[in-house]
């Protein structure tokens, strides 16, 4: 049965859209309905015809329509399809006086009807007859673009276009389009300049003038303190004139850069020499002479067209002026405007100081027309402003003549016109002649725009502030001169002003002396704001201190939503002004668009003109206008009628939508009844067909807005629109209560903003304007009325652009889908949620309690106003209940949402989705409201409580944001043991429970209380089986108590009340608690694990510490901060409340200005496990720790190498001490210690290296050297003996020469100074010395044991594998601890990828796989092996991988630097060894079925790997089956250490490998062929011919490094290689290479012996020139696999050894 209306088609078009038409206002007026096929949707009225839209995008047209030429009558009676649009979808249609146009769906604008002076934007035509497209191009882009609009406004004699971008274009004739031209028509679409990066939001046009509104700039941009200087041409914005007894202070700065009317670049009449002024250049204010003749022209000044001069047709009530009745045609005064540089006075105040001297000379005085000036004396001054203006201003003048010429006009307070912050000065003047009329026009136009400014951004502090006695004195007094019109971007208005100084600004002052001659003029004049004087008592007034700086108007608060209008606008306005229908306050034109002033903040929404009269509408739904008022189109008879005044309508009657024709004025209002209602203001038309124009004028009118009767009978009006004589309105009918819902809806929420707006206007603003205000109510009172005001100024805000958009949606579309209160309810909701709170802060708080005398001093005892406003019914209460209702009031609007969401919904079918939206906004509304009410009733009865609560604890514990949810008072808990006198009470807050203690006889005096903050509580039921009580745990971080209740149903009462407030207390919702939209979804219980902050007040460890984070019941556990009051800090985790996992600790350590800081594991509470350490000192300690203390391996940096003493410590650690093996860098010292340590000294055997080559092995003891030990210096001397400091012999032993000799004896001195010895010397002869030899060399007996190395290391990396001592444990045991430690670390890797790269990610994910085997191990298993542990050493997160990371940075320290020293190399190897055992024995516990070091696998293949001559030469050759070490690992470990190793290497054999060197570059200068013959290969052997670059060459005596070369470049790759069984397979393939070359020559099988391979080897050995040859052999032989040495390779390998001995002894002859 219901139909759904927002479809359209269904409902009739008998029910919506209808269009109504009539004239005039008298009862007998009838309305005609226009009768369409379809529903209309916008209908706009020109003079004599109207343009309607229809639902569909049709277009029809009706009334007088000459351009239609195939018409047989140019009036038609019905509407007439505009079929050429029929193709077209229309979406905005506009007329003017005679032309009509519309905008197109895609953003196309269609013009047609008079065109003589180019308003329909097409050359050539002087009139369309049918709708023709008009291009709107934007030159700005190449090529142009077009310009999508999206409305038009028509005028008489022009059109602006609104672009999607909300810039105004123009086109047609005269002043009114705003573009910098004299030449007219404008054919083309021209962009309005000064509108420019501004948001315009509709415009309107009159007969000669055009209106816009324009989205305040302050809307779009963050304020920003005012600019000292222009942004382009940086001259100072304000300039200051010192005189003697007042200064001016001007900001009549304008940019020479900004619009310039012509690029002509004549200099403005002022600023010219005086002799260009007599020339007769005209100055812009010169009134025209009254002369027969046509109007002069100067040769330099070029003028508008007529078309923009001021209106042949002067209002009937301006005399006109006389003149000669010989002239040809009547000239009227005629302001000329030049369109040179001289600026129009539109834009411009003219401000230029008048002769200091007062006398007024007549000659000076003569009007160009040889009359006198009006003023000959102060006496006509007076008499002129009596007759200024209806108001008294002239008892505001100067008192004697002496300050005349400073006349100022000062604004009294009771002055008529405070209302308003602007004092009009020639507004309603009228004319008495031509002379009176000169002043007028030069008066009116130094007044000007800016002296009828608001205070702009500059507030009059900061213009005191450009003031200070005697600064500016000494300033040249500056003129200020007439600029070129700035850009439209100054008048823009700024600033929120304050009453106060808003008052100050009015203070305006009279134009003072007026000298004229012939063109030249002065004039000086004394504004507000343009140029203020600053007076003494001026001065004083501002001084006073302002105790109050709330802002009313929501200051910095964004706008609501991109989708809600702006309620920030200003109206600009521009075009002819003679009837003062631009509102400036004058009657000039202005040529650009111009700011009024007088309407910022009004918050207008929409304008409308009239053919010389303009209204706007406010959000507060009154009506402003201004204009012409001839009929009473005004709605007023305020004067002067040039400057914005309310129309007079009575209360309760709400203007929502405004037309303007040509003497009237057409509102459409809310009235008390439900339907819309009709206002008409202006002419009365009488219905005499015969009737003219002239007796038409003639006709009554009315005196402010009368209701048309007939209105009632409309149906639901939802816009109006009015053009020349005739009124329309489009009316809908009820169709199922939807139309009447939606105006309901619409109305109510216009009601409510004006309801908001009386509260911040009628009690706010004067409650503020107290000075005693903030005192009175104090600090914290005041901050929470300041943030009430800022709350209700948002909500206020908010209604305020959703009753515009209401009213914009009734006026348009009416698809429910776009009502902001149901796409936004979010926004609506939180804004009312927030408000709330703020009222019942100050509730709670007693701030109405507070306000009540404010409000008494303020509205009198009674304070009717507030009653008034508070709309309470009950009689008799108390000022503060008044008060609290009133600002609870906006709770009842939320119900008013709910219902008439509901009251929409019933209009939809139950199924469809716009029912469902509606119902649950409506929902969501009446929760809210209900939730708002509850919140309500928490506030007064906190507020009650408190009232009532003893002691003086309530100080402390009062808190605005606080609210009591039950309290023990009746004894119905009690603390379980508690004493006996005792007195226990306990109150639940919203964020705390509060135990107040006490004795028995002081019950009103409680001693002490202790507030346990509800996020940190945990509360559980005692189950009452066993005890019989009714008890409750309650747990708190630092106390855990019981609570016994007196009956089970109190018992539930509060475990439910303080579940419920803890859970809210957790959601950080607390009192601001948004209700769950859909029933009761919140759950009792809050979470045992939660986070939340707590401050520790007793636990000694932690006393005043504040932890943030994870707790699990009363515990921290999870991640968490801890902040010490001393400044110690711990982020990381905690388990069962203490720290526990990875943790960061900073220490501030106040004597050095710097942090302790600790990065890594803990346990309990301690550091624990690895982690780093950087202390204040700037020591760094990077290694393990137990207990918090260093413990296990570590590093200790000491100081950086630029500080005084840097050193490194490597090694192990015991209860933060060094103890046992460890590495010491002494850096200053240039000394390194690799030895035993005990208690931090060096204690036991260890190696001392200095960087000046001593070495050093022995005893130590107290950290020195003592005991025997053994000295070798750099050039091999050397002490074999005791010593007993450092360096220090002393006692028996034994001194080698290098050359032999050696001295036995005791020894006392320090080594490198003399030494003091007795004993006896030897001279060894040569055959007895080879055991004493030996016997000196042995090096190492006295150094630590390659396997006491590093055992911290090892067991550490054992311990990780979850083994107490290296070998002990179980294997499962062991992976599952390195599955943990992969998968933790590659959850951090994902938590912060940034830490590892892509290939170590794979990585880990591949050894996510362990390899498993069932029984022996094969070769394959044994491959599976060796990959898995090259990827496991790939990473430092698998166990082994860290091991083999700190080993390898642990031989760096101790063989890098100083360390690199050749008497070291024995150890270094034997330390390498001692790795690949005990790295083994890891590798064996993992894989148990692994075979021991020599073993062999099982299931041997059919060949070994090693005789592979395919095999890639880097891969590793496995050794038979054997398994061993230095083949499983050194592949791993080696490159790693290979460069301090073969440093070593290469520091031992230094000396053998030089003269190696010496011989190879000797036999290296001989050919080929020559060094074959000298080594004596065989002559069969040698190469006959040679591939060079892949041609073949014979080998000549000179070809040299050609023979087996590619086997020499094989034997290069051994520099390549770093492990001994790749350097083995490189001489394999040299070998083959050199097989592969003979037997080519050959041609024939062959086996070799090792007298014919030996010379051939030897000369690819010395051709390959491998410079440090002696060590790689040395490093292949230390390090090669024994079970290789007596293999195929151990001869290849003795073969190489071989040829590196005979070249170092070969002899050339």
Known sequence: MEKQISSGEEDGSGEKGLLHTWRGYSYSTTPERVLLSRPVLQAALGANHGVLLVEGGQVYSFGELPWKQNQTSSVATEPVLEAVLSEQHVVFVAAGSAHSGVVTEDGGVHMWGENAHGQCGLLGLSVIPNPTPVGVLDSEFTPPQTVKILEVACGDQHTLALSSKHEVWAWGSGCQLGLNTSTFPVWKPQKVEPLAGRHVLQVACGTAHSLAVVRSSEALVPRKPPQDKCGQCHQLLYTMTDKEDHVIISDGHHCPLGVELDSSGTKSALEGSPEQVQQGKSSPTEPVPSMPTQIPRSPTSSTIPESTLLPDSTPASEPQIQVPASSQEPVEPTLEVSTEHEAPVANEEVCVEASESCTLEPDSCRAPGGKYSPFPDEQAVKAYLKRLSDHALAEHVAKTPSTLHSAQLSSDPAD????????????????????????????????????????????????????????????????????????????????????????????????????????????????????SEVSPRLLRRTSRPRARAIPLTPGGIPEADAHLPSLQTEVWSWGRGQEGQLGHGDLLPRLQPVCVKSLNGKEVLRVAAGAHHSLALTAQSQVFSWGCNTSGQLGHMESPTSFPHLAKLSDGIRVWDIGAGQQHTLLLADGDCMQPILYYSGQQVKEVAEQTQEEEQTGEYTQQPVLLPFCMNLGYVSSVCAGGWTCAALTDRNVMGFIASLHELAAAERKYYCKLSNIKSLLLQPLLKLDSLSSGLGQSTAGLLQNLIGRLSRLSQLTGQNSASLTTFLRRSRDIRGLVILDDAHLFLDTYSEYCSAVGDLLVMGGFLALVKPCHDVFGKGAEVVQRLSECSEEGLPLADVLSHLFYLPIKHLHEYGRLLLKLATCYEVSSVDYQKLQDACSK????????????????????????????????????????????SNKALTLQNAGRF??????????????????????????????????????????????????????SPEETFTLLASSPAEKAKWFRSINQAVEQALSGLGHDGIPPTTGVTQRTDPPISRTASYTFYKDSRLKEATYEGRWVSGKPHGRGVVKWLDGRMYTGAFKNGLEDGFGDYVVPNKNLNSCDHYQGQWKDGKMHGFGTFRYSSGEVYEGSFQDNMRHGHGMLRSGKLNSTSPSVFIGQWQYDKKSGYGVFDDITRGEKYMGMWLDDQRQGNGVVVTQFGLYYEGAFSNNKMMGTGVLLSEDDTTFEGEFSEDWTLNGKGMLTMPNGDYIEGSFSGVWGTGLKMSGSYYKPSLYDSDKEKAHALKLGRLAVHSEEKWKAVFVECWNRLGCDHPGQGQTTTAWDNIAVALTANLRQQRDSPELLSRSHHKTLESLECIPHHVGPVTLEVYHTIRRYLVKACDTPLHPLGRLVETLVSVYRMTYVGVGANRRLLPQAVNEIKSYLSRIFQLVRFLFPDLPEEGGSLADPPKETGGSDPAGKQLESPKPGCVVSSSALLLPVLLPRLYPPLFTLYALEKEKEDDVYWECVLRLNKQPDLALLTFLGVQ???????????????QVLSSTKDACFASAVETLQQISTTFTPSDKLQVIQLTFEEITQQVLALLKQDFLWSMDDLFPVFLFVVLRARIRNLGSEVSLIEDLMDPCVQHGEHGIMFTTLKACYYQIQHEKVT
């Not at 509060?994 to 945990?1018: C, D, E, N, R």
């Open 416 to 531: 008529p016109f405070t209302s308003d912050p602007l004092i009009p000065v020639a507004q309603s003047v009228t004319p008495m002649g031509s002379a009176l009329n000169n002043l007028v026009v030069s008066c009116a136009s130094a007044v000007g725009e800016r002296v009828v400014s608001t205070y702009e951004a500059l507030s009059l502090r900061k213009v005191i502030g450009y003031w200070a006695p005697g600064e500016g004195r000494e300033r040249v007094e500056e003129r200020l001169r007439l600029e070129e019109p700035m850009q439209g971007k100054k008048s823009s208005s700024l600033g929120d002003i304050r009453e106060e100084e808003a008052e100050l600004s009015r203070r305006l002052s009279l134009p003072g002396l007026l000298s004229q001659d012939n063109a030249a003029f002065e004039v000086t004049v004394w504004a507000s704001y343009s140029t």
């Open 982 to 1035: 005792s007195v226990n009470w306990f109150m639940l807050f919203n964020d705390a429970l509060v135990h107040a203690q006490g004795m028995v006889p002081y019950k009103s005096l409680f001693s002490t209380h202790h507030i346990f903050p509800l996020a940190t509580l945990w509360v559980e039921p005692i189950s009452e089986e066993n005890t019989g009580l009714y008890g409750l745990k309650v747990t």
């Open 925 to 968: 509304y009446e929760s809210m409201a209900l939730h708002l009410k509850r919140r309500r009733k928490e506030a007064e009865c906190t507020l009650h409580f408190w009232k009532s609560f003893p002691g003086k604890m309530t100080d402390s514990l009062r808190k605005p944001s606080r609210r009591l949810i039950c309290e023990s």
């Open 1579 to 1593: 002559q069969k052997f040698w190469p006959v011919t040679v591939t060079v670059h892949g041609e073949k060459q």
